[in-house]
C-alpha cells in the first residue's frame, strides 16, 4: 500500500504553463516585455525591464526578442501620461546600457517645454560642452525613448526642423504640430536667418518658439541672427527659454 | 547541477534561463500541492524571481557551493507561507471560472490527493510532498525547512501512513 502511496505521489509531479519561463525571464529583466499605445505617429511598442522603460519603438520595428506583456503596475498607468505629455515625469527609465554623457544630454533635452523647440547647440552649451554640437546631435538620433524624452523637440543649430529617429523627419513636423509648436513657421524663421526674437517692452529676447516670444505683437517685435547683436542692442536673455543655453 | 553553479557563477544572465528550465517542475509541482491550483503558477514565477535576485547578490564562491535542489526550495517555502498568511489576513475571492481549464490537465484524482494532504499537519505534508513529488532527499529537505533530518524523516513516515489509513478508510 506505502508503496503505491508513494508512485501516486510522484505521479502529481506536472509541469509549469509555458508562460511561467516567459514570466520570469520578464520578471529579472532577461527578456524584454512591450506594450502597444497609440502616439500622433501611430502605433509605438513602449519597451520595458522590471527597472523601466527601455526604448519606445514604431510598433511595426519592435525588438523580435520581446515579449508583448503588461508593465509592471506599480508604474504602467504612468505611460500614457510620459508619451502624451513628451517627458518622463515620474516615469522610471531604464537607461543602464546608456553613456553617462548621452544620458545627461537625454535628462536636458526632457526639460524642453511642450510645444517648444532647442538647438543641439542650445542642448550643448546647457550640459557646459559647447563644443559638443555633433555628439548632442549623435545622442538625440539614438535617443531610446523617443516621444517620452521629447527629441523631436531639438532642432538643427541653423534653427531648421532637421532629422527624426522614430520613422523620419516628418513624424518630427506631425508631433510639432501635435503640440503647436508650428514648426512651418519655425522653418520660415529658420530660412530668413532669424535666431532670436526681442520684445521692447519687456527688453528680453527668447528663442523663436518660447512661449514668451509668441505673445509679442508685431509692433514690439525685434528679430536677430545672433544672440551678440541682441545683447549688443541692450536686451537680456529671457529666464524662462535660456536663449544662450 | 554543479556544472549549472558554475555557470551562474560566472554568468548569471546567461545560465539562469537553464537553472528555470531544471528546477520549474520542481517547484510547480510542490507549491502546485502546497499552495493549491490557483496559487502555483504565480509562486513558482515569483520564487524563481527572488532566486535571480538572491544570486545577484552572492559572490561566486557561495553560488559555486549552492545545493540547489534544496535551496531553491528555502525560498518557495518561506514565499508560500507569507502568501498564507497574507490569505489569511484577506477575504479569501471567489474562484474564477477561467482556473477551471487548469485542474482539466490534471490527472483525474489529483483533486482527491489534494483532499487526502490536506487532512495532514502542514510539517507533515510539507516533508511528504518535498520527498515524494518533488523528490528532494531527507537532507535536501532538513536544509529547506530547518528541520533536524530525523524529524524530517518522521514526518515522512507518520504523513505516509496517515495516507494510508486515509485510504483504507475510502476503501
Known sequence: MTEYIEDALEGLRSSPPNSTRTAVELGVGLLPGYARYEAPVGEVAVVFTPEGVRSVRLASEVDPRAVE?????????????????GRPGDLPLDLRTVTDFRRQVLQVAATIPRGEVRSYGWLARRIGKPQ???AVGSAMATNPVPLIVPCHRVVRSDGHI???????????WTLLRHE????????????????YLASDTTGVFCVPSCHHARRITSAHLHTFRLDTEATAAGYRPCQSCHPLG | MDDLCRRLATDLDAGFPDLVEHLSSDVYS?????????????????????AYRALAGYDPDRIRSLQLRGWIWTIALNLGRNHARDRARRPTPVELEDRLGVEDAEPPDSRAWDRRLSALSSPQRRAVVLRHV?????????RA???????????????????RRLMEEEG
Open chain 1, 69 to 85: 506583456a503588461r508593465p509592471p503596475r506599480a508604474w504602467a498607468g504612468r505611460i500614457p501620461r510620459a508619451l502624451e505629455e
Open chain 1, 132 to 134: 559638443a554640437t555633433r
Open chain 1, 162 to 172: 532637421g532629422a527624426y529617429s522614430l520613422g523620419g523627419p516628418d513624424n518630427k
Open chain 1, 180 to 195: 503647436g509648436a508650428e514648426p512651418d513657421q519655425l522653418e520660415d524663421l529658420a530660412a530668413s536667418g532669424v535666431r
Open chain 2, 30 to 50: 510542490g507549491l502546485r500541492r502546497l499552495a493549491g491550483p490557483s496559487e502555483a503558477e504565480d509562486l513558482t514565477q515569483e520564487t524563481f524571481i527572488r
Open chain 2, 134 to 142: 518533488v523528490g528532494l532527499d531527507y537532507d535536501e529537505i532538513a
Open chain 2, 145 to 163: 525547512t530547518g528541520r533536524a533530518v530525523g524529524t524530517v524523516k518522521s514526518d515522512v513516515h507518520r504523513g505516509l501512513e496517515r495516507l
